[in-house]
Each structure stands twice: as structure tokens, then as C-alpha cells.
T-cell receptor
């Protein structure tokens, strides 16, 4: 079992719809959870992170965390063609010397159609 | 954007040659990381640094070494490049234990 699992997609949604991206993780000791967006040929770009159960909203994005179910999701409201990208879920563990190790899923490809 | 640059951006090298990739940051972030990204594997941590001259191994460190002599620079060296090290390499930086910011990446091909 992979430590972080995502459906590879592609997930296709019409413009203006809500896109729902899901991620499950296996290590209950994971402390923080991140969503990155990656356009083809580009580097990962941080969207948001969450560390407490519940919802966290930032503009059109909402991250949801359920530690009991080991599940984290990202909702994108009013999806735009510019949201078409691969979305990476990552979980965090604190490292011995400080800092944190991010363990990534393989990403979900989102396509927003006109 | 944490002001991160990577050099070179693209490199083709032959099996058995040493290769050094450079990551440079202007944000004075304490922590620096090297990841590689391969299809089907996602991003995986190679090495990280928690201060000048303080480094440690990640999950895929075999065949790689790192050095950090200044806060702003983190070097990744492939001691003797192999075809399995063909990948895209990303540097990331962070000030604390939360968000990491990624550089533009280096595409390395080992022939």
C-alpha cells in the first residue's frame, strides 16, 4: 500500500463546476497535509495546507481533513480552464534535525472543459 | 515564490560521469530539500539540509551526496551517474515545518 494514494484521473469537469480531488494516507502519525498544483513541465506550486480536522477555505479552494478516516480532499469551486493541471497531495512528518519530509501522491490530473 | 533558482535547467550526461546540480535561494530559508520526480512514483526526497553544513538522507539517497556551505546554496552531486538517475530534480526551501516552495527543476538525462 502506498503511503499517499490519489486517483490518477483524468478528472473532467465542466467550466464553472466544483472539482473534488481526493487523497488517502496510511500513516496516522502524519501531521500536516498539503495540496500542490503542477502544470505540465513546471514545478509544484503550493495551493494550501491543513493540519486540523475540518475545512479550510482560501478563495475558490477548500481543503478538508478527516484524520479518523485518513482522508484529505481539495474542492475547487467555479472551476476554470486555467485550473487544468495535476494536483499533488502530500503529507508531512517532522524530521530529526527539524524541517519536514513531504511524502507525495502521484497526483490527479484535472481537466476543466469549456 | 521563494526566489529559488536551479542550474543547469537541462543536462545530458553519460553513464559514469559525476554531475552536480545547484540550488540557489535568496529568501534566507533555513531548510532546503532535493527531490526527484519520476512517472508513477511522485516526488521523492533525496537529501535535505537543516542548516549550513547540516544535512541528512532522504528515502532515495543512494548514489547521491549533498553539500551546503552557505545558507543560500545547496548542491546535489551524482557521484557516478547511472541511467536510473534520469529524472527531473527539484529543489525546495522552507523556513519552518510547514510549506515548502519549489524551484523550477532540472531535467537530467543520463545516456
Amino acid at each position: 500500500q502506498k503511503e499517499v494514494e490519489q486517483n490518477s484521473g483524468p478528472l473532467s469537469v465542466p467550466e464553472g463546476a466544483i472539482a473534488s480531488l481526493n487523497c488517502t494516507y496510511s500513516d496516522r502519525g502524519s501531521q500536516s497535509f498539503f495540496w500542490y498544483r503542477q502544470y505540465s513541465g513546471k514545478s509544484p506550486e503550493l495551493i494550501m495546507f491543513i493540519y486540523s480536522n475540518g475545512d479550510k477555505e482560501d478563495g475558490r479552494f477548500t481543503a478538508q481533513l478527516n484524520k479518523a478516516s485518513q482522508y484529505v480532499s481539495l474542492l475547487i469551486r467555479d472551476s476554470q480552464p486555467s485550473d487544468s493541471a495535476t494536483y499533488l497531495c502530500a503529507v508531512s512528518h517532522i524530521l530529526t534535525g527539524g524541517g519536514n519530509k513531504l511524502t507525495f501522491g502521484t497526483g490527479t490530473q484535472l481537466k476543466v472543459e469549456l | 515564490d521563494a526566489g529559488i533558482t536551479q542550474s543547469p535547467r537541462h543536462k545530458v550526461t553519460e553513464t559514469g560521469t559525476p554531475v552536480t546540480l545547484r540550488c540557489h535561494q535568496t529568501e534566507n530559508h533555513r531548510y532546503m530539500y532535493w527531490y526527484r520526480q519520476d512517472p508513477g512514483h511522485g516526488l521523492r526526497l533525496i537529501h535535505y539540509s537543516y542548516g549550513v553544513k547540516d544535512t541528512d538522507k532522504g528515502e532515495v539517497s543512494d548514489g547521491y551526496s549533498v553539500s551546503r556551505s552557505k545558507t543560500e546554496d545547496f548542491l546535489l552531486t551524482l557521484e557516478s551517474a547511472t541511467s536510473s538517475q534520469t529524472s527531473v530534480y527539484f529543489c525546495a526551501t522552507a523556513e519552518g515545518n510547514y510549506e515548502q516552495y519549489f524551484g523550477p527543476g532540472t531535467r537530467l538525462t543520463v545516456t
